[in-house]
Every structure is written in structure tokens, then in C-alpha cells.
């Protein structure tokens, strides 16, 4: 008996020693030490690779690629029993969160950690941690570490956003010297734009969890919803001149957010410090990092009952070495500690709690399916606009919510639009959101109308509610209601009948505004509708599409409309005639033609990247139209006769070129002025925009004014006195001009600002304005909250034979305001025809 105990020693411990040296450390296969050089994404892939090659006690998934087409990985880190069951534990997990109701019996299931690196491409450090993290949990000589398999299945994606990364990466190794130069006034410390922290169409992908608008975020969404892990760790870097932070996390935690979720944020946190202490490093918590805002990296999991984290790194602009403002020299390598410290120390936390996690993970979505938050137990969306009732569902769909549609009854219910309680009628494809099922934090959060803020210093934007962001009229009820399952019936289009004289199809979406560039891009004449019409009893509003079979090719004229309504998933009317039943003929000059634009999209440096970011891949991605990008500093080189269009995005432009840009609208061009590039046309030769002047009596700055006594401790509460961080506001729609066309008679913006201009004269017109008491929800301060009145917010100048646009606010914002592509795209489109 003991020879066969000691042979079987021999073994395990010869098994052992043969696997220390066939998995090589990060260091042993890039071939320098870790944290010496930036290693290239190529490399960090080569070397996950290879570890599950040889290693048994791993899984290595592409869950998806970038835009620059770079995989997007995730290393699943188990012990010998459990990497040989990982569906069984990822279908015992959905189990657990209410999402499946087969229950594969999992004896001794672990609980799941999830370690998310590198989501914005200028803070690496993270990439380089998660190699040597990697290494740490399969070293058996690591007998930290080992242990925590028995209980713990750990997740590692080393790269969310692997384009932003190589952006960094590449411009750091062209500018870098044979040796680094920690002095911060170094070039190596100072990107170009647009810097590497975004993706591809520079986005920033920790604000898009919830929104998925991004291929990347979609990916990783999805994959996450597959697991839901009980633990999410997001790695950042911040300010180089910044300790490290780490959980529990600062104020406004949203009221959703449960005890546990504190509770075990601060027993991670502790653990965090107990490595710290031990080596001397400085940390904080509970500080700038709140858990309010639904699509970053860790409220995105708390929302989907994780404990959700965020740790945070000194190291933006560091590079390889930088002194910092107490004369310390913080590294790479320094960089990558800490992060490995955090990294580990998590994993063993969970560890230690396995079965706490496990057991209020389950009570979490218990409770959500019993007893769902909220003051609403449904929602009821009404569906006055099909194809953003659509977009909506999909969105939802992706979150893993579960909806329905109404049945015939009435109901009383909180009307999001009047803020008041009224009867609302539930007409059978309206969708219905019962609030009683697994995902009801994430759904309460995303659809209150007014989420409660405890304390107004926070980090993004304060209300997101989606109704609003999608133009939907919605009603909260405390009522309980059954949605029908039944899904809306979709119309299809009939056959196109022989010689149609022409075709109808509707605007009001952003699918509208993607049929119209693709029939432009076939080079299709079309029109469009400057009155509503009615044809046989239906009715069309202004902007309605109008393609007529004179002037395009007749022979392939229906194959090619029929086609891209197809491919737009468009309903068209055939019309046998042009003659109208009530309105203006096909004929009419009403009917105004529609130019394709030429459009040019100003970039490069003084330009907001992410604003710029956004109309790029509108352009590109969501119509699908030719767009031109021109760096600003190249404009005295361009030939604006090539372009009819021209869209500043917000941007601090160096001398803006307004008397040219002015001469070229005179002569037919439409300039579209985003954000602050308004403010500086004001007061410019032929740009009819003007500030509102503070017409109050000026403050009593005297010394004996006793309102000039602060306390200094009170001084980040006082700064946001004039804070707008994110609000949403009603506009005042004028839908009857080209820019509001297809838009009810108000529109809900996110205003990020107090920032409204004053009227325009008898040259403008004052398409969406604000008025007193147009506030909605969100956090806006007192003296910003006085001056966001009577005001203009959307408008259109006529210059000339040309037109200018301003938008003050951002009808684009981060992709997730869905209402506001059909404003955008009638200031490319609709104005100025």
C-alpha cells in the first residue's frame, strides 16, 4: 500500500514538474520581461493560444472579432472536474438567475469570476496583468492559487477593445527612444488624435454595455448573458498621478442595488487592501466611481445581479515610465502589479465565499421574479411608431428581457409624456413589459421614468430612459398585467402591380432615412412630401417618401424599389395614379425633389473625437451612405464645390473659417453646426445665431454679501450648482418643417449642458424649442435648472441659396438616443431640398 502511495506521489509530482516546464511564464514566450515594452495584441492572442495548447485545465473561446477584424477571446480557467462540465455549469448558472428552467443537477458547482481587461485601448497595462493572471491561476507550483479552482470557474478576456489598443500601442513604439523618457512633457506622453482609448469608430466601449450598439459590445454582451457570472471585475487606468482605486465604490448607488451587493463589494475591497498594505501602495475607495449609470462595466453585471467592480490603475499617458507629481517614477511593471495584486486577490475572495455568492446570486433573481423593484409592475409602450417599437424590442431581447404585447383592456397608469396618472387605452400591439421575471433591476432601471439620484456628484449621465430615447409614448402602472405573446403583425408589401406610376413609403425612422440613402446610392430619383396627403384612406405624413417611375429607368425600376424595401424591411403603397385624394398632387412642387448629398465630415484634431466617432458610423454603418472625412486642418485645401454638405461635429475649432464657410452656404451648401461649434459662429458675419442675454441683476459680489461665505469642504456640492450631467428635456417640435418632419409635435433631448441660443429672426426658423418647465428627469442644478428656458435648441437658417443647421445637443448621443437619427437624418436629407 505504500509503495503504490509513493509511486502515485512520483507520478503526480513528475506530472507536476513536467507541466511547470512546458507552460512557459508570459515573460519566457514573449521573449523579454513582462512590462519592459508594450506587447502587441497579435502577441497577447499568441500567447493565449498557446497556453490552452497545453493546458488541460482550460477553454479558450473567439466570442467575436473588432471592426479591424482582431479576435476577441475568453480563457475559461477550471479545475480538472470542471472544465470537463462547463455547459452543465453555464446551464446550472442561467438556472440559478431564473433565465432557464431545466436545472442539469451541478453537485459542487463554482462559483463564476469574470476578469474584463483593457475596454479602453490607452490604458494597457491591464492586457499585459492578464497573461501573467493567467499564468498565476495554472502555475501548480502556485499553491496560492491552486486551491481556488476547487471552488471558483475564473474568466479571463485579456482585451475589449483590441483596435483601440494597437492604436496605442503602435503610436507609443514610433515615438519611443532606446530608452523611455519619464519626463511627462516627453511626445511619448502626449497622443494624437483621436488617441487610443477608443474603438474603431471611436467609441467608448465601457458606456455601451446596455446599448450594444458597437459589434464589440455585442459580442461580449452576449456571451456574458450566456454565463452570468457571479463576480465582474472591469480594469482601467486613470490620471498617471492617481493612486489606485478600487471597490466598494462612491456615491449614488442606484436604489436597486442590494445589500449584498454592498456587503461583498466591501469584503473584495478589504482583501484588495491587505495586499496593498503589505506592500506599501497607495489605494482608495469610495471615491468618483459610483454605480448609477446602467452601461458601464460594472453596472451593466450588478444590473444582472453580479457584484460588478471597477478597478481603477494610475497609468493614462504613462507609457513605459513617467515621473509623477510626487517625484516617484511610476512603471509599466509598477502598472501591472497592482493590477495582477487586484486580480488574484478577487478570485481568492470569491473563493473564500463561494457558497454566499452562490446562494444570494440565486435569492437575487428569487427576488427579482417575486418581488420585482420599482415603483411600476408593468409597462406598457404604446405603439405609435412600429419601427422603433422594434428597435426597443430588440434591444430588450439582447438584455435578456422578456415582453409581450397588450391585450384589449384599460388601464390607469403614470403617462411619461404629462407626468401625470391617466387611463390608458392597451390596444393589442402595444408592448406590454411585466416586471416580474429574472432581469427586473435591469428593466426597471432601463425603463423608470426618473431615476432617483442619493447624491447629484456623479460620474455620466443621470437619466437614460428609453421610452424617452426612442420617442415611444409610455405609461408606468402599478397594476399587474399579463402580456399576450402574440408578436405585432407585420404588413408585407404586395406585389408591385404592372406600371405602377409610383410608390409611397413613410418617414418617421431610421430605417426610413437607410431606404432613402440606399435608393439614392441606386441612383433612384426620389421625393418627398413637404404637406401630409391622403391616398384611398390612408394617411401620410410630411416627409413621406415619393418615388415615381418618371425619371428612373422603367425597365428596372420595380426590381430595384421592391428590392431595397425588401432589404429596408419598407412597406410601399403603389400608386396607380397621381392624382391625390386630399393634398397636393405627385405633381405638386411640394413634392420637392430630393439631391443626393455630397457630404463631408470635418475630423482630426479640435474635433470631439466620439462626437465624430458617432456620425461616422451613422453614415457608415446605419444607412449605409458615402461619406467623406476631411481633417480640419486640411479645409484650406478642399474644394467645397465637390461637397453639398458640411457637419461640424462639437469641437473647439481653431479659427473657424466662418466668412468662407459662409460664402459656400450663400452659394448652396447646407452647414449642419453641432454643439460648440455653434458658439463660435455667434456673432460672425451672416450667422444669425446669438446668445441669450442674463437680463438679471448681476449677483451682490460685495464683501459683506454673506451668499460669497462657503465652506471649503462643501466645494465639489457647490461646482455642480451649474452641472447638467446628462438631463433629459422636452423640446418643442415644429414638425412641419423638413427638420422635424416625421417627429411628433415634441422631442425628448439629453441635454449634457445649460447651453440654449435665443430665437432666430425672420432668416431661421425655430424648429425645436424649449420652454419653461420643459424639464423631465435627470439631475440638472439650481443656477443651470433657472437658465434652461425659452430658448432655441434645434434651428435652420436660410443663407443665400443655402441652409444652416444647428443642434445644440446631440441628437447622435453614444448611438442609444434612437429618436434623435431621424432628426439628424433629416438635417442631411430633408433640409434645404
Known amino acids: 500500500m505504500l509503495k503504490k502511495l509513493y509511486l502515485s506521489f512520483i507520478l503526480l509530482t513528475f506530472a507536476a514538474l513536467s507541466f511547470a516546464q512546458q507552460i512557459q511564464s508570459p515573460s519566457e514566450f514573449l521573449g523579454y520581461k513582462l512590462g519592459s515594452q508594450f506587447t502587441p495584441h497579435s502577441r497577447i492572442v499568441e500567447y493565449f493560444r498557446y497556453v490552452a495548447e497545453v493546458s488541460k485545465n482550460v477553454k479558450l473561446m473567439q466570442y467575436g472579432s473588432s471592426n479591424e477584424g482582431r479576435p476577441l477571446l475568453a480563457m475559461f480557467i477550471a479545475s480538472d472536474d470542471n472544465i470537463t462540465r462547463l455547459d452543465e455549469i453555464r446551464q446550472h448558472n442561467l438556472w440559478l438567475a431564473g433565465q432557464s428552467e431545466t436545472n442539469p443537477t451541478v453537485k459542487n458547482a463554482p462559483v463564476i469570476v469574470w476578469l474584463s481587461y ?9 492586457s499585459e496583468a492578464a497573461m501573467q493572471a493567467l499564468f498565476d491561476m495554472l502555475d501548480p507550483s502556485n499553491t496560492r492559487t491552486k486551491p481556488w479552482l476547487n471552488n471558483t470557474l475564473v474568466v479571463i478576456d485579456p482585451c475589449l477593445n483590441p483596435d483601440g489598443r494597437e492604436r496605442y500601442v503602435n503610436f507609443y513604439r514610433s515615438v519611443a527612444g532606446a530608452v523611455p523618457d519619464a519626463d511627462p512633457a516627453a511626445r511619448e506622453h502626449s497622443e494624437p488624435w483621436p488617441g487610443g482609448r477608443i474603438n474603431h469608430y471611436y467609441y467608448d466601449l465601457n458606456r455601451d454595455w446596455a446599448w450594444q450598439t458597437q459589434k464589440e459590445t455585442k459580442a461580449r454582451v452576449a456571451l456574458f448573458n450566456q454565463w452570468l457570472p457571479e463576480v465582474h471585475v472591469d480594469f482601467h487606468e486613470q490620471g498617471y498621478n492617481s493612486p489606485y482605486y478600487f471597490a466598494p465604490a462612491a456615491e449614488p448607488f442606484h436604489h436597486d442595488i442590494t445589500a449584498w451587493q454592498r456587503e461583498f463589494q466591501t469584503i473584495i475591497g478589504k482583501n484588495n487592501a491587505k495586499y496593498f498594505d503589505k506592500n506599501g501602495w497607495l489605494y482608495y475607495t469610495r471615491e468618483v466611481y459610483d454605480l448609477l449609470y446602467p452601461s458601464y462595466g460594472d453596472t ?43 486580480s488574484l486577490s478577487t478570485i481568492e475572495t470569491a473563493s473564500l465565499n463561494a457558497d454566499k455568492a452562490l446562494d444570494e446570486f440565486k435569492k437575487y433573481f428569487d427576488n427579482s421574479r417575486a418581488n420585482p423593484p420599482g415603483d411600476y409592475k408593468t409597462y406598457v409602450i404604446k405603439n405609435d411608431n412600429a419601427d422603433n417599437i422594434s428597435l426597443l424590442g ?73 421610452p424617452y430615447a426612442y420617442g415611444l409614448k409610455a405609461y408606468g402602472l402599478k397594476e399587474t398585467l399579463k402580456p399576450e405573446p ?40 426620389v421625393r418627398s412630401s413637404e404637406k401630409p396627403f391622403e391616398l384611398n384612406g390612408k394617411k401620410f405624413t410630411a416627409g413621406s417618401l415619393i418615388i415615381t417611375r418618371e425619371g428612373n429607368n422603367n425597365r428596372t425600376f420595380d426590381t430595384v424599389v421592391q428590392k431595397a424595401a425588401t432589404d429596408c424591411e419598407r412597406v410601399l403603397t403603389p400608386l396607380s395614379s397621381g392624382f391625390i385624394d386630399k393634398g397636393a398632387d405627385i405633381g405638386s412642387h411640394s413634392m420637392r425633389f430630393i439631391h443626393p448629398p455630397r457630404v463631408m465630415l470635418v475630423t482630426g484634431d479640435g474635433v470631439s473625437a466620439e462626437a465624430m466617432g458617432e456620425i461616422w458610423y451613422f453614415f457608415e454603418k446605419e444607412i449605409e451612405y458615402p461619406v467623406t472625412l476631411v481633417r480640419y486642418r486640411d479645409l484650406n485645401r478642399v474644394r467645397w464645390s465637390d461637397f453639398d454638405v458640411a ?9 473657424l473659417p466662418a466668412d468662407r464657410l459662409q460664402g459656400w452656404v450663400r452659394d448652396g451648401g447646407k452647414l449642419i453646426a453641432m454643439e460648440s461649434t455653434i458658439p463660435q459662429l455667434v456673432d460672425k458675419k451672416g450667422f444669425s445665431i446669438k446668445n441669450i442675454k442674463d437680463d438679471k441683476a448681476k449677483e451682490d459680489t460685495s464683501k459683506n454679501n454673506p451668499g460669497l461665505i462657503k465652506l471649503y469642504a462643501d466645494r465639489d456640492h457647490e461646482s455642480i450648482r451649474s452641472n447638467v450631467p446628462g438631463a433629459i428635456y422636452k423640446v418643442d417640435m415644429d414638425n412641419s418643417h423638413p ?12 441635454k449634457l449642458n445649460d447651453v440654449l441660443y435665443n430665437y432666430l429672426g425672420d432668416d431661421g426658423w425655430n424648429v425645436g424649442t424649449v420652454k419653461k418647465n420643459a424639464y423631465v428627469a435627470g439631475f440638472v442644478g439650481q443656477k443651470a435648472k433657472q437658465k434652461i428656458k425659452d430658448g432655441l435648441l434645434f434651428g435652420v437658417q436660410s443663407l443665400g441659396r443655402g441652409s444652416v443647421v444647428y443642434l445644440v445637443d446631440d441628437p447622435l448621443f453614444r448611438s442609444f438616443w434612437q429618436n434623435g437619427k431621424l432628426l439628424f437624418g433629416n438635417a442631411v436629407f430633408m433640409v434645404g431640398q
Open 300 to 342: 451593466y453585471p450588478i444590473y444582472n445581479g453580479s457584484i460588478g467592480m471597477t478597478y481603477e490603475q494610475g497609468g493614462i499617458g504613462a507609457g513605459l515610465a513617467i515621473t509623477m507629481g510626487s517625484g516617484d517614477t511610476l512603471t509599466l511593471a509598477k502598472r501591472i502589479a497592482h493590477h495582477l495584486s487586484n
Open 118 to 126: 483593457n475596454v479602453h485601448g490607452n490604458e494597457p497595462s491591464s
Open 394 to 466: 430588440h434591444l430588450l431581447k439582447r438584455n435578456g428581457i422578456k415582453y409581450g404585447f397588450g391585450v384589449k383592456t384599460k388601464a390607469i397608469g403614470y403617462n411619461y409624456i404629462s407626468g401625470k396618472d391617466e387611463e390608458v387605452a392597451i390596444e393589442a400591439n402595444d408592448m406590454v413589459v411585466s416586471a416580474y421575471q429574472s432581469k427586473a433591476v435591469l428593466l426597471n432601471v432601463l425603463l423608470e421614468p426618473k431615476t432617483m439620484i442619493a447624491d447629484s456628484d456623479t460620474y455620466d449621465i443621470t437619466a437614460w430612459s428609453l
Open 739 to 750: 427638420l422635424g418632419f416625421g417627429l411628433s409635435k415634441y422631442y425628448f433631448t439629453l
Open 486 to 525: 402574440n408578436k405585432v403583425t407585420v404588413q408585407l408589401s404586395p406585389p408591385p402591380p404592372l406600371n405602377a406610376y409610383a410608390y409611397v413609403s413613410t418617414w418617421g425612422s431610421i430605417y426610413d432615412v437607410k431606404f432613402l440613402a440606399e435608393l439614392l446610392r441606386k441612383n433612384i430619383k
Open 647 to 655: 457637419i461640424f461635429p462639437d469641437g473647439n475649432y481653431d479659427d
